[in-house]
């Protein structure tokens, strides 16, 4: 039997409608940014494995440095106990995030992160004795699919489900440039609602689409929420690690977050880990004689040291002049992709920013998130040996960092193609 044969005896797969839903691939091995199926079919994985995966599949330093950990110490909790791999990360993650961020509460996934930097604004005011209660996101925001998370999600059909028995959240429309909805909406919904927290995707909406938006208006609505004392949650979960050129899309902005949060490139794409990090002045309202007043919140595998230790290796990889060359490289193409495409009768809103690239496709179809277009362009891709998840009629790339420029022209080239035929 197939491991796809296999797989349908017993595997749920996330997102997704077993009835109608072809049979998961069986992948048997990755190098690089390559993926092989077990019929031995390659592809060009052009969205880093959903956005994980920036260094390559199989990369030899991240191995070594798990194998190295493993034997080390695997593993200790984290409760009562520390370790020099967590120590380590935290120093180096304290020197590259923007400089008001200064603790670092662990856990294992990008929702996770997004669940402790919610329960985190809601607790800080609890222990200060403030009656706030709401959390403001932006429309079409995606942060994870735990309870608190999906609160804050604005995908309907993600959350439909659970829409009653959720977080109060008032929702705002994400910034355009040159317009001010953004920031007269969030104003009304602080004077209306006196909230805890302001949580946004910084730069980039990923899962709705790669729905970019201008540094500037997220600055001036930040401001809008430090006036009232709102704490603003950056989600860098998709965004961190060199994503949008920038080692954070926080340092586009001239305004600093209170609160950020981390997964995804965080272990190189490798093994879940997440962090979710907060200024001083956040963990200042936590610390007190009372035990009522701490943060009671843990995940059995916190600061995992064998996790941490492929963090700090990854982040050294970012930081290697050959992976910035990388990101440089990626964005000049795209620019240049970008622009190529642009005069196409069927190319709509061609944009770019640090290794991301995206466009929709004019269609008269059903252009639904998850759509039978959708599913066409999809199965166009894989039949061509290129995985990427179009969401509705949304074209996007989000490539490793290492992918060779031939294996990029070839992902442009089939992109091409898909506007030709489609
Ligand atoms: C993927 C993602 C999450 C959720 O992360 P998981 O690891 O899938 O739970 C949260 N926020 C953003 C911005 C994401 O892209």
Redesign the pocket.
Known sequence: MTLQERDARHLWHPYTQHQTAAKPLGIVRGKDALLWDEDGKEYIDAIAS???NPFGHSNEALAKAAYKQLTELEHVLFGGFTHRPAVELAEKLISILPSNQQKLFFS???????EIAIKMALQYFFNKGEQRFTVIALEN??????FA?MAA?GISFFTEAFADHLLKVVRIPAPVAGSDAAAKALRAAIAAHNPAAFIF?PLV???VGMNIYPAESLDELIRIAKESGVLTIA?????GFGRTGRTFASNYLTEQPDIM?L??ALTGGTI?L?VTTATQAVFDAFYSEDINKALFHGHTYTANPTGCAIALEAIHLLESEEMQANIQRIMGRHKAFVAHIAQHPKVQNGRTLGVIMAFELKTAENTDYYGSFRDRLYNFFISEGVLLRPVGNTIYILPPYIISDTQLSRVYEVIEKAIERF
Not at 108 to 114: H, K, L, P, Q, R
Not at 235 to 239: A, I, K
């Open positions: 959903w956005w994980v294992d996934n990008g929702s996770t992160a997004v925001a995606f942060h994870g699919d735990t998370a999600s995707e909406q990923g899962a989600d860098e979960v998709m965004t949060c997964s995804k879940p997440a």
